[in-house]
């Protein structure tokens, strides 16, 4: 969890250092038209903090760092936007001094791209395989007291042998199951 938040910390340190860099540079070398910096800002904003901290959110919920694949998706999906945004800086750097970005900057740029579209990828599978996270019931809580109450044949199984609850995900054929 706190990867995801240093993740988009970082994020937000970037994207905005990246809009003082666009307006400082672009105000330096008296350009006025149109290049990549200019987007640079929104792309670290929108898809780097904004994404990870809704991720934060999706990790409370569904426990996704305690997964191997989210450190797949967390890599992939990091290196294809660092690599994307590295080359709109290396594109509209060449812009704003005058010389034509070569077709490879773009190539570049494309690959990171790919890179962010397997994370999303990696991320929505990760997300399927996961499920809610749920706290077992504690032997004192009302749910446990209910099912302990309970005299279908299998409802017992919820209290282990040595007191400690055992989560199934089924429900009491006696309607009281969760």
């Known amino acids: ?26 105000k330096a070398n008296d350009f006025t ?9 929104t ?5 780097g903090m904004l994404f990870f901290l809704a991720l934060l959110a999706l990790d409370k919920l569904f426990n996704l760092s305690g997964l191997r694949m989210f450190s797949v998706f967390f890599w992939t999906y990091n290196a294809g936007l660092g690599l994307t945004t590295a080359m709109m800086v290396l594109s509209g750097i060449l812009t ?3 010389t034509t970005p070569s077709a490879a900057i773009a190539g570049i740029s494309g690959l990171g791209h790919i890179g962010l579209t397997t994370g999303l990828i990696l991320l929505f599978i990760t997300l399927g395989s996961a499920s809610p996270a749920r706290k077992p019931p504690t032997p004192n ?8 109450k309970c005299g279908w044949p299998g409802c017992r199984d919820w209290l282990g042998r040595a007191g400690r609850f055992v989560v199934r995900r089924r429900a ?4 009281i199951g969760w």
């Open 1 to 26: 969890m706190k990867k995801i938040y240093y993740a988009a910390l970082s994020y937000m340190i970037a994207g905005l250092a990246s809009g003082l860099f666009y307006r400082e540079f672009t």
């Open 33 to 41: 038209g149109g290049s990549q910096l200019s987007v640079v800002h």
């Open 43 to 47: 792309h670290l904003l929108a898809l």
């Open 96 to 98: 704003v001094q005058g």
């Open 141 to 148: 809580s009302p749910a446990a007291t209910d099912l302990l």
């Open 172 to 175: 009491c054929p006696g309607g």
